[in-house]
């Protein structure tokens, strides 16, 4: 599945999936794609592991639950956020921390108050290694943080290998 980049979304400062300036964090790269899908990047460091050379099953959770999470966004900009309610989600295949982690999310329902979504998270040889969903609360986001989301706690940061196009494997959203 190759699908085009229409936008980036923002970074945090010190958030622990996307924060840029977080030296223990995930560095998460979030990009909205043609088709209503959100894709995530993580570079999983060795402090990520569970077992040796795997990743933790809680950064999986954590990294899927943030992408689908995100997802809101590709509906209602950056003014609206998710508030995880219910969250699960199935492994299939461990993760190796050496390489890309790349994830795929989409809203499958959605109403007034709340959004329901789905993702998975696709290893570098394109199988799936984890699927989820969840249940979100939508939420206006001064109600949520305190924090300049309009300035440099909260900006698009463009970087020279940002893509153009994005091939998600057997993600089967």
Known sequence: MRLRVIRKQPNSRMCLVCGVENRFGLGGRFYELEGDLLAAFFQPQAEHQGYPGRLHGGIAATVLDETIGRA??????????????????????PIPIDDEIRVVARITKEDKRFFTGTGEIVLADGQVAVAGSGRYLKMEIDKIADFDHQGEDWRVCQLADDPEWLELGEATL
Request: hydrophobic content about 50%.
């Open 72 to 93: 809101v966004m590709l509906r209602h900009a950056d003014s609206v956020w998710g508030v995880t309610v219910d969250f699960s989600m199935q492994l299939r295949r």
